[in-house]
């Protein structure tokens, strides 16, 4: 199993990016996918995630109304739509997935089993 996050760069306050997460090796249609940021000098965090089923989602109250994630499993890849970014939300980036079948979503890092690299966004003010 192999996630790649990608979509990461430098942009600023106010402006958008939208993140990807290419799974391979394991669907994601039957699992949940999640979305965790660690900035520099802190632990890493929940930013969002979203069930197996697509119809359910969860967000970090700091993130909420400004991203938005979301999954294709035709292409087998997931989202995260980030709009109004502001300088706090400068972090490596990182898409997780859970094994589990059915899977609901989880603000755990322990309950997610497979990790992407990560990927920088940086938001200048």
């Known amino acids: 199993v192999q996630l790649q996050a990608s979509g990461g760069g430098l942009v600023q306050a106010g402006g958008s990016l939208r993140l990807s997460c290419s799974a391979s090796g394991r669907a994601i249609s039957w699992t949940a996918m999640g979305w965790f940021r660690q900035a520099p000098g802190k632990e890493r965090e929940f930013v969002g995630a979203?069930?197996?089923?697509?119809?359910?989602?969860d967000y970090a109250d700091s993130v909420t109304g400004r991203f938005t994630v979301s999954k294709d499993n035709a292409k087998n890849m997931a989202y995260l739509q980030m709009n109004n970014l502001r300088p706090d939300d400068t972090a490596v980036y990182y898409c997780?997935?859970?094994?589990?079948?059915?899977?609901?979503?989880?603000?755990?890092?322990?309950?997610?089993?497979?990790w992407g690299q990560g990927t920088l966004v940086t938001v200048s003010s």
């Open positions: 997780a997935q859970r094994a589990g079948r059915w899977s609901p979503t989880s603000r755990r890092e322990l309950e997610y089993d497979y």
């Open positions: 979203i069930s197996w089923s697509g119809t359910y989602t």
